[in-house]
């Protein structure tokens, strides 16, 4: 009996592990990104050209490039990367605004600043306004490259996200639920910030007699 139980046990695990390592990871890597843009070359491609992993990730928001960037190049606004966020991370879940708001002041990256992420930092290498966000971070054993890409869509923003990586199996398999919260939480961050931002503009906008 004790066998019979250890042995479904055993199968149970099994059935679990290639859960996550087929289906649930794949979901992860391309939460939000079509096919087409999975395949597509994304700026930044160039600097890692064997990866051992890629994730492309992407969203929309109802608010034009220059509505979006501000959120996405302020320093502030990118808390979800920092490790007090790590926890509610894992709950893969928005519980609550970032500070600053497009149009406000902000602190913008530049290159050669850092980001917070999770324990590490990522080096910004270029910042074009409205349009591209390309960092790396260099570490023991693994290194990766991090691009955010805003490109116009029917008046809004199409935003896709890439991280190449190359190094240590074990260590991607470990962080990816981590990093796939922190990122998903993220993107949900901007989309809600930024189109409640553009309703309120648009509602204070002027309006014909």
Sequence with gaps: MARTVRGA??????????????????????????????????PGDELMQEPDDVSTRAITIRAAPAEVWPLVADVRGLRSFRPSEILAALGWMVVGAAPGEPGGEHRALRQGDT???GASQLVVLEAQPDRLLLARHDGLGYSYTWATLLEPDAGGTRLVTRTRYRGSRAMRMAADPIVFGMVRRWLLELKAQAEAHHRGAAAAAPHPA
């Design 9 to 42: 046990g055993l199968v149970a695990a099994a059935v679990a592990l290639g859960a996550y390592a087929f289906p649930v990871r794949r979901w992860m890597r391309s939460w939000g990104a079509t096919p087409e843009e999975q395949a597509a070359r994304m």
């Design 115 to 117: 980001i917070p992420a």
